[in-house]
């Protein structure tokens, strides 16, 4: 079964501070995504990946960048943490287009920021 | 760019009864329409998805159907179970980039027994 391993389940940073959330997936998977999800808005993309060093910026990349060094490993910066970035992020990855565009999930890192 | 509404944003049934869930889509381009299941403190997971040559979609107690031309499309879970309290997302896949999709804001249903 595919897994996709995001580094910490809770995290608590401090206003201005600069933040890395890493995620992982062990199937060889092209796609990479992050998402933020806050309560009545669903689930928003950040910034997604289909290939080594290629990014995509989605619907809400501001204050956010990425990076993706390596095939399995996906990471979202915060530059500098601010409070209305305080949220639960979700990691995914799916294998290609097509019927293999299956996301496949991380359990969450839920950040506050104070 | 592609815009997923979904309705009702709470849904409470009695075990037992039938459950629906609408949304509906801005793009005409969005050819593929999965739904998520997010059971409380779990990651999402994909229980059903339906691709725009096709109307309908069953599988066991879940089924999805689309409406291409008013391009809308349902979630339908008959008998149900106090295991189907959860959230569910409705998605719609991006006309640029297959791989994407715009999420709903989400449905909480709660099956009371």
């Known amino acids: 079964d595919v897994k996709v391993t995001q580094s910490s389940r809770y995290l608590v940073k401090r206003t201005g501070e600069k933040v890395f959330l890493e995620c992982v997936q062990d199937m060889d998977h092209e796609n990479m995504f992050w998402y933020r999800q806050d309560p009545g808005l669903g689930l928003r993309l950040i910034y997604f990946s289909y290939d080594v060093k290629m990014k995509e910026k989605g619907d809400i990349p501001e204050g956010y960048s990425v990076s993706r060094e390596k095939k399995e490993r996906f990471s979202l910066i915060l530059e500098s943490a601010s409070t209305n970035q305080t949220s639960m992020y979700l990691c995914?990855?799916?294998?290609?287009?097509?019927?293999?565009?299956?996301?496949?999930f991380g359990s969450g890192t839920q950040l506050s920021v104070l | 760019g592609e815009n997923v509404e979904q309705h009702p944003s709470t849904l409470s049934v009695q075990e037992g009864d039938s459950a629906v869930i609408k949304c509906t889509y801005s793009d005409s381009a969005s050819n593929y329409f999965p739904w998520y299941k997010q059971e409380l403190g779990k990651r999402p997971q994909l229980i059903i998805d339906?691709?725009?040559?096709?109307g309908e979609k069953k599988d066991q107690r879940i089924a999805v159907t689309l409406n291409k031309t008013a391009k809308h499309f349902s979630l339908h879970i008959t008998e149900t179970q106090p295991e189907d309290s959860a959230v569910y997302f409705c998605?719609?896949?991006?006309?640029?980039?297959?791989?994407?999709?715009?999420f709903g804001p989400g449905t909480r249903l709660s099956v009371l027994p």
């Open positions: 339906i691709r725009s040559n096709v």
């Open positions: 995914a990855s799916s294998l290609g287009t097509g019927p293999r565009r299956k996301l496949f």
């Open positions: 998605a719609a896949s991006d006309r640029n980039y297959g791989q994407n999709f715009v």
